[in-house]
């Protein structure tokens, strides 16, 4: 793969790990990570060997603390909404066929809450904090935050989320439905790793079509939903892993899946 100065890419067999590598900005989303992220992604799309992302934040203390604050200072609104609209790293990553855990290791806020909630699962180390402060800037979320913290969390706890801009520690997130875990952070590492190995073991085209199903569900009415299922499901009786998961079953054996 190519190079890219903000993202560290590591392979771990069937997993690609991406570390967003600005530490000493506390990983802050500069518009080099928006094109970086989107370039990493495209490259990812249609790798074969990769079935599920990671995505962290490099060092001990943040996972993303937001947009970088110090390209707003010159930006016009015209330069802002094309960096939002055209190379959004958010709804690439909400779109991506494969799945991606968002591994939070320290500060989750702004855009990198914002990030987290574009991705599938979250899981977090107990020392996180996640918010979204954009208010005390003088401006509202921008890549998704009003929409997805509603979603996940309900309009009461994101509106006071958005409204104070305070940020929650682990344990508060985790009971309020936005992290799937939390974990020390000796184990969250591990503990990511176990469950993208094990969701990496599935058919990557069912996996595809469960995360545009379940995607589906917060975007439509239930008619509309149960419909969008119906299709999917069905694609997959086109597929050769169909074949293999229901010969391993009734052969009582580990289904190997090609994704084809
Ligand atoms: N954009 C640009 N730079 C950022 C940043 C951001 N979102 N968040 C942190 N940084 C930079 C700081 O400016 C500082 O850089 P410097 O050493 O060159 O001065 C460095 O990262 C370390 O941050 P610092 O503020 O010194 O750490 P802290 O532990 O005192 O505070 C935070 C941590 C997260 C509370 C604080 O950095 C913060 O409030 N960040 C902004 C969060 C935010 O509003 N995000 C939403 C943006 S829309």
């Known amino acids: 793969m190519s190079n890219y100065e903000t993202i560290l890419i590591e392979r771990r067999e069937s997993v690609a ?22 370039q990493i992604l495209d490259e990812l799309r249609n790798d074969k060997e990769v079935r599920v992302i990671v995505i962290k934040g490099a060092g ?11 390209e707003f200072a010159e930006a016009t609104p015209v330069e802002q909404r094309d960096v939002m609209n055209s190379r959004s790293l958010f709804t690439v990553l909400d779109t991506f066929p494969k799945p991606i855990i968002a591994m939070v290791n320290g500060f989750c806020l702004g855009g990198g809450n914002e990030l987290a909630m574009a991705c599938d699962i979250r899981i977090a180390s107990e020392k996180s904090r996640f918010g979204q402060p954009e208010i005390n800037l003088g401006i509202i ?27 929650i520690d682990a344990q508060t997130a985790f009971n309020y439905g936005l992290v799937n875990y939390v974990y020390s952070s000796e184990e969250l590492e591990a503990k990511t790793m176990e469950l993208a190995n094990k969701i990496a073991e599935k058919s990557p085209v069912a996996l595809q079509m469960s995360k545009e199903a379940v995607k589906f569900a917060s975007r439509s009415n239930m008619d509309e939903g149960l ?20 010969s391993a079953f009734l052969e009582k054996r580990k289904p190997v899946f090609k994704g084809k």
């Open 17 to 38: 790990v991406l570390t967003i590598n600005r530490p000493d900005k506390l990983n802050a989303l500069s518009s080099k990570v928006h094109v970086e992220g989107v």
């Open 60 to 70: 001990e203390k943040a996972f993303v603390a937001g947009a970088d604050i110090s």
């Open 141 to 167: 979320c921008g890549g998704g935050g009003t929409q997805r913290l509603t979603r996940l969390i309900g309009e009461s706890k994101a509106m006071e989320m958005i409204l104070t801009g305070d940020m």
């Open 227 to 246: 419909r969008r299922e119906i299709d999917l499901f069905a694609i997959c009786f086109s597929t050769e892993d169909k074949q293999e998961g229901v």
